[in-house]
């Protein structure tokens, strides 16, 4: 096929662009899916109240949360029924979900950073 004086003798653009949704969605899932332990451990470690019997620290649980071609993330969470009393009482004073979504969020949006940076 002849425009203009070029000569496409195939298309592999097209294909690619095709799949990059799909290959861009992966990365994030698989991004979301190796923070996520680090993002527990990161609540575990730094929890700022002083164990009882243990239950509330080893209560904190992290999970990735995938979206197919929507949206990708981690979700953090306390098991125990008083977890929400120790983020929201005395002014936050003993909270760990705030906090740890402040650093490790700045680590995590570094690296999607880093991904985007290697797409371009």
């Known amino acids: 096929m002849t ?8 298309d592999t653009l097209t294909p690619r662009m095709k799949t990059f949704p799909v290959k861009l969605d992966g990365a994030f899932n ?3 899916a190796f923070f996520t ?3 527990e451990a990161y ?3 730094n929890a700022p109240w002083t164990d ?7 209560g904190l649980h992290a999970v990735p949360f995938h979206e197919p071609l929507i949206a990708h993330g ?3 969470s306390h098991s125990v029924p008083y977890g929400i009393w120790l983020e929201v009482r005395f002014d936050g004073k003993y909270a760990i979900i705030v906090p740890t979504i402040k650093a490790m969020g700045k680590e995590l949006m570094g690296a999607v950073r880093g ?5 371009k």
């Open 74 to 76: 981690v979700i953090l």
């Open 37 to 39: 332990p680090r993002v």
């Open 30 to 32: 698989q991004l979301t």
């Open 52 to 58: 009882q019997t243990g239950n509330a620290r080893s």
């Open 115 to 119: 991904l985007m940076a290697r797409i």
């Open 3 to 10: 425009n203009s004086g070029l000569v496409f003798t195939s």
């Open 43 to 45: 609540a575990r470690e």
